[in-house]
T-cell receptor, first 113, second 116 residues
Framework: KAGVTQTPRYLIKTRGQQVTLSCSPI?????VSWYQQTPGQGLQFLFE???????NKGNFPGRFSGRQFSNSRSEMNVSTLELGDSALYLC????????????FGEGSRLTVL | AQSVSQHNHHVILSEAASLELGCNYS??????LFWYVQYPGQHLQLLLK??????LVKGIKGFEAEFIKSKFSFNLRKPSVQWSDTAEYFC??????????????FGKGTKLSVIP
């Protein structure tokens, strides 16, 4: 069974640009969550999607958005990039609702210059 | 707001030493607790979980954790560490929101370095 796949793995952007990150969950998993990981703040929850609906959102500005498609694949977008957005963005999928058993991808490492 | 505290930022042990990583959470309701591990260059993976029942839970690779409700703690233990246990360990608590939604709140992680 293939794991959670995130693309791209690495990317470099400049301030003011926008970025779109993609996540393909494990086959059959309908819940997808996104987390931002930085050395200073650790893992912070961005949002969670289930059946194309955003069910929960963390404390991030509106520049951070996401969506989920009918095949459960998800994308997140960050607009007007700031230096502080440099981080590892992790996607996780879950096949068992509401248990917190997440399967993480390897992440997309974003560097903002 | 709930929070998760991990006491140690970096722990260095020699092989065969015993390990205990502290985790405390602040949340008054029913909690589900987790330890996740991130080996160098690999993705985060579930080490063990506590939902209910026996407060001593066993996970993969010889790890165990004890839930002590009165202390709001969920400490991770291993009797004898190996070099391959070198990784970053994250404690997490699940918070259930309305409409079936949930989010995991993670601690900031503890890096474990095991010296051969």
């Amino acid at each position: 069974k293939a794991g959670v796949t995130q693309t791209p793995r690495y990317l470099i952007k400049t301030r003011g640009q926008q970025v779109t990150l993609s996540c393909s969950p494990i086959s059959g998993h309908r819940s997808v969550s996104w987390y931002q990981q930085t050395p200073g703040q650790g893992l912070q929850f961005l949002f969670e999607y289930f059946s194309e609906t955003q069910r929960n959102k963390g404390n991030f500005p509106g520049r951070f958005s996401g969506r989920q498609f009918s095949n459960s694949r998800s994308e997140m977008n960050v607009s007007t990039l700031e230096l502080g957005d440099s981080a590892l963005y992790l996607c996780a999928s879950s096949g068992t609702p509401n248990t917190g058993e997440l399967f993480f991808g390897e992440g997309s490492r974003l560097t903002v210059l | 707001a709930q929070s998760v505290s991990q006491h140690n930022h970096h722990v260095i042990l020699s092989e065969a030493a015993s390990l205990e990583l502290g985790c405390n959470y602040s949340y008054g309701g029913t909690v589900n607790l987790f330890w996740y591990v991130q080996y160098p260059g690999q993705h985060l993976q579930l080490l063990l979980k506590y939902f209910s029942g026996d407060p001593l839970v066993k996970g993969i690779k010889g790890f165990e954790a004890e839930f002590i409700k009165s202390k709001f703690s969920f400490n991770l233990r291993k009797p004898s560490v190996q070099w391959s246990d070198t990784a970053e360990y994250f404690c997490a608590v699940i918070l259930y929101s309305g409409a079936g939604s949930y989010q995991l709140t993670f601690g900031k992680g503890t890096k474990l370095s095991v010296i051969p």
